[in-house]
């Protein structure tokens, strides 16, 4: 499993790289714009803005993504 993992002091942000293709839903539904596409698959670049609300776990249509207050 390809798994890349990003980290603040609050929270973990987890995305499934064999599971994520590209398809954006986290980058246009995060109200904070904590997420950018690079070479097809979506990165938390911003995860210091995170305001968990828990919207690119919710709207990723592969279940790519895992964030630790979301569980």
């Avoid at 539904?29 to 919207?55: G, T, W």
Wanted: glycine letters at 4%; one cysteine or more; charged letters at 25%.
């Amino acid at each position: 499993m390809d798994i890349k993992e990003w980290k603040t002091e609050g929270f973990t942000i987890q995305v499934e790289y064999d599971k994520c293709v590209g398809h954006g839903e986290c980058v246009d539904v995060c109200p904070s714009s904590v997420y950018e596409h690079k070479e097809n698959r979506a990165i938390p670049i911003n995860i210091q803005d995170c305001i968990q609300c828990c919207s690119c776990v919710a709207s990723c249509p592969e279940d790519a993504i895992n964030h630790s207050a979301c569980l």
